[in-house]
RNA sequence: GCGGGUGUGGCCAAAAUGGCAAAGGCGGCUGGCUUAGAACCAGCAGAUUGGGAGUUCGAAUCUCCCCACCCGCACCA
């Protein structure tokens, strides 16, 4: 009652919290002042701090998703700013790629008009919202300034034979009108077109040696320790590394051979058949004559493909055919029988294997299925013999049988001698297989980095007519012709610029055609985070200095789903730029975190499912701060988060409370706290006050530093919040003094900054802040003033409470002890009764037990 | 099938190393202020932590089994 009085007796300091006032106007004072978020020169004697969020694709609409990861950068890197480090927090543009020439189809707008547009307005949402970008050094992927170092790094892979063109089933999109690569296919439909089923096509295609660093790739995942464990697991799978044997067979009567991978090359004894991918050389050379063969083959290849486009290659049985003809086991010189089966893939591993029914699974199966026989060659080492269930899986401890020279070893030293022996006799050698393929790049698209070759058509000496040649560097960069026709069929469209295609041979002059396919988008956000250190270089990609100043990235910020596709190519691409000497860092970045979804009614945010919720609607009803607060408040960052709009109503009440509390003590917060509140008075609500603050402060810190739980950060503020409102009578009788709730205010308002930066701005101005709030030392607190100087110590009884007996803090065992059996509800419990044994877990707790 | 994750009041969620039957928010309820509502303010109620077993003086937390949901990979030789 009084409180509501003073209020409005209040002056004009007094108003209500309103976001739509403030946020604004500080707004455009932050839009002023271009210094604002910049990072400073490596001379700047502070540590650096890189604090990356994934840059978006340009739709035009920032959704929740962005939000939510842009907040949680944004609140690290004013945290850091405030911890004194030189920060960079950059942002860009991923501005290449399929959807601007949909929208010119569909709006006739030429692709770049769009895609600038709809760069303007996600950066004016991500200026509202206030975020702490160093907006000097954006870097929009789709200009000529950052693509020619595309091209530039194409030209330097093609010398260096990391790309290179080859013809090749490939993964076609109908939709798209365009490969994809390997990675952008998810369960046989396309990852743009979820219900677009991928073709196989065979084209000539440009592409990324990735699997040349295969190994690194897999090994440096056990250095990125700041990386979730999924993450790695996820890329490790996707490599898919695979040790084992290849061996030649001998196709009995032919001159063919047939090898085969094979990890367990201990079992090959056991070894009854050998198994042919339908699109196997070999297969096809016997259905050549062999019509009945010929005409399995093509059934099951067709069946293959139906199942594919249904999306459902599990369901469909394992089956195949005898091809009547015989291969010859090199280590026993066996025949055994050729078959052609529709579960063998013809591109992994060599697209054959032997199949050893009594040590696999699938093998057994399928053996099972067609009466072939089974012959065990594997036992457990100190089992009887032929002892167990076939099949037999097992390496460990185990040792073969009925294997020749080899009977008796164990199945790991009988791989290492059987693929030594191969290697010796000429017939066979140790292999490494892996899941990863090359990366294709090219795109049969407009809106993407043109490849810089061109095809030289008459040729000229080394170069036979219609030869690759690469464009020379310095005619670059090659500039996407502006005027286009984009149709959504035939080909790429640059095929139909006359003035783009129609060129001359760089080396010899004459009349040559320039390539038409464009790169993958992915090639763009593999590197554009070093361009982000040095973007306005026109003379390189990036400066060697700035970049091993800025890297590793020290914090990476995404979603999980780009866990395989941008982040291995990343990974690649660092490589690549580190033995062409530009930089010194294996990896790309040290800690990796991967933001959850948001969810609406159960759901992730989807405009199919009209279940999206509009940042700009949230934020003209609540304010950014409340919005980008409540992103950060409602889960924890790494789990996926349920959008309540409630909730959003909430945190702007919270803030609210902030604002009314600030305003109405503004004057004595204001007041320089002269001297240091350690010596301030001892009245029970202050020292209470100030404990909750101290606790606050440790809590908050530690929290940043570590796993980044923002959602307990701001449930500890508005704990401290509840604690100053419930103190409020004694702050207005002045019990506790005006330097208190000086140091209250000022500490509330500096841990707010990094979630609510616009209140936090609005209220250290308020109370006559100096200098920019985030850029004020974050505060560190006092451990004496944080510690209870009483506790409260709970006595069990077998567990169970009976009382709560408070002593001094830090007394010792005995001194707890005593206390705790000295209680008169601790004697009467104890009445009658034994007590067997006593635990004291100073500052924590009494147990009593008691028969 | 394999790998990973999650399961705490009506809802979202918190609880280093096991230690007061469990923070904070939303929603609900009561009261104040209001012509009334909204907003605001004060206060209240509400959970034995998916199920079961075990280890322990003591388990949301550790172990084992089971159930449910989610996410990756999936005929990889």
């Given at each position: ?262 990890t367990r090359v201990d079992t090959i004894f056991g070894a009854t058949s050998v198994q042919l991918a339908p699109e196997h ?339 003209a009803r609540y304010g950014a701060d409340a919005t980008r607060m409540y992103a950060l408040f409602a889960a924890p960052p ?159 009884s077998n567990g169970k409470l009976v009382t709560v007996v408070k002593v001094p803090a830090g007394s010792d065992e005995a ?37």
């Amino acid at each position: 009652m009084d409180m509501s009085e003073s209020a409005r007796s209040g002056s004009e300091a007094q108003q209500r919290y309103n976001p739509a006032e403030i946020e604004p106007k500080w707004q455009a004072r932050w839009d002023a002042d271009e210094r604002l978020y910049a990072a400073e020169g490596h001379d700047s004697g502070k540590p650096k701090f890189y604090c990356l969020e994934m840059l978006p694709y340009p739709s035009g609409q920032l959704h929740m998703g962005h939000v939510r990861n842009y907040a949680i950068g944004d609140a690290l890197a004013r945290f850091m700013w405030m911890r004194g480090y030189n920060v960079l927090h950059p942002m860009g543009w991923d501005a290449f790629g399929l959807p601007a020439e949909n929208a010119a189809l569909k709006n006739n707008t030429p692709p770049a008009e769009w895609t600038l547009a709809n760069i303007a307005a996600m950066r004016r949402q991500m200026r509202r919202m206030g975020l702490s970008y160093d907006w000097a050094t954006e870097v929009t992927t789709c200009l000529p300034d950052y693509y020619r170092w595309n091209q530039w790094f194409f030209l330097k892979m093609y010398q260096r034979g990391l790309a290179y063109r080859k013809k090749s089933k490939v993964n076609w999109c109908p939709e798209c009108q365009t490969v994809l690569a390997n990675e952008q296919v998810i369960d046989g439909k396309c990852w743009r077109h979820e219900d677009t089923v991928v073709e196989q096509r065979d084209l000539t295609q440009w592409f990324l040696r990735i699997t040349q660093y295969a190994d690194e790739l897999l090994s440096g995942l056990d250095t990125l320790e700041g990386w979730p464990e999924k993450v790695r697991t996820m890329q490790r799978n996707w490599i898919g590394r695979s040790e084992g044997t290849a061996v030649d067979f001998a196709v009995d009567g032919a001159a063919e051979k047939i090898t085969v991978f094979t990890t367990r090359v201990d079992t090959i004894f056991g070894a009854t058949s050998v198994q042919l991918a339908p699109e196997h050389p070999v297969a096809r050379s016997f259905a050549a004559c062999d019509p009945a063969l010929a005409g399995k083959i093509e059934e099951m290849i067709a069946q293959q493909k139906a199942a594919r486009e249904a999306g459902d290659m599990g369901a469909i049985e394992k089956h195949g055919v005898a091809t009547g003809r015989f291969a010859i086991n090199p280590y026993n010189g066996e025949r055994v029988p050729i078959w052609v089966a529709n579960y063998i893939l013809a591109d992994y591993g060599t697209g054959a294997i032997m199949s050893v029914p009594a040590h696999d699974e699938r093998d057994f199966e399928f053996a099972g299925k067609y009466g072939l026989p089974v012959r065990r060659v594997i036992v457990p080492k100190d089992g009887a013999n032929g002892a167990g269930d076939l099949p037999y899986t097992a390496e460990e401890d185990s040792v073969l049988v009925d294997s020749g020279q080899w009977t008796g070893e164990s199945c790991v030293a009988a791989q290492q001698a059987m693929s030594a022996f191969a290697e010796a006799n000429g017939f066979g050698t140790a292999t490494v297989t892996y899941r990863l393929k090359d990366w294709g790049v090219s795109r049969q698209r407009y809106w993407g980095t043109p490849i810089p070759m061109v095809y030289c058509e008459k040729g000229h000496a080394g170069i036979e007519p219609g030869g690759i040649v690469p464009v020379p560097e310095s005619a670059l960069p090659i500039v996407l012709p502006a005027q286009v026709e984009i149709t959504q069929q035939g080909g790429s469209p640059l095929g139909r610029v006359a003035s783009f295609v129609n060129t001359t041979c760089p080396v010899c002059g004459g009349a040559a055609r320039r390539e038409t396919d464009t790169m993958d988008t992915f090639v763009d956000s593999s590197w554009y985070f070093y361009r982000y250190t040095d973007s306005k270089n026109s003379a390189e990609a990036f400066s060697s200095d700035k970049a091993n100043y800025w890297f590793p990235i020290d914090q990476y910020i995404g979603g999980v789903e780009h866990a395989i596709l941008h982040l291995i190519y990343s990974r690649f691409w660092t490589k690549v730029m580190r033995d062409l000497g530009m930089i010194r860092n294996d990896e790309p970045a040290a800690r990796l975190f991967t933001q959850g979804m948001v969810i609406k009614d159960g759901a992730k945010m989807s405009k199919s499912k009209g279940n999206v919720v509009s940042p700009d609607d949230m934020i003209a009803r609540y304010g950014a701060d409340a919005t980008r607060m409540y992103a950060l408040f409602a889960a924890p960052p790494d789990r996926d988060l349920e959008w309540q709009e409630e909730g959003v109503a909430g945190v702007s009440r919270f803030l609210s409370r902030v604002h009314r509390l600030t305003m109405k003590y503004s004057e004595s917060a204001g007041q320089r706290v002269s001297e240091s509140a350690t010596n301030a008075g001892t009245g029970s609500a202050e020292q209470a006050l100030l404990r909750k603050l101290h606790q606050t402060i440790t809590k908050i810190t530690m929290d940043f530093s570590g796993r980044w739980h923002f959602n307990t950060c701001i449930a500890a503020i508005m704990e401290l919040v509840n604690a100053i409102v419930a103190s409020e009578p004694q702050m207005d009788s002045g019990e506790v003094p005006a330097a208190v709730a000086a140091e209250l205010f000022r500490n509330l308002t500096l841990m707010l900054a990094p979630f609510a930066p616009f209140l936090a701005a609005e209220l250290w101005e308020t109370m006559g802040g100096e200098g920019a709030v985030f850029r004020v030392s974050w505060p560190v607190a006092d451990e004496g003033l944080a510690r209870e100087n009483e506790v409260e110590i709970p006595v069990q009884s077998n567990g169970k409470l009976v009382t709560v007996v408070k002593v001094p803090a830090g007394s010792d065992e005995a001194t707890i002890k005593a206390a705790a059996l000295a209680d008169a509800k601790v004697v009467a419990r104890l009445e009658g009764k034994t007590v067997v044994k006593v635990i004291v877990v100073p500052g924590k707790l009494v147990n009593l037990v008691v028969k």
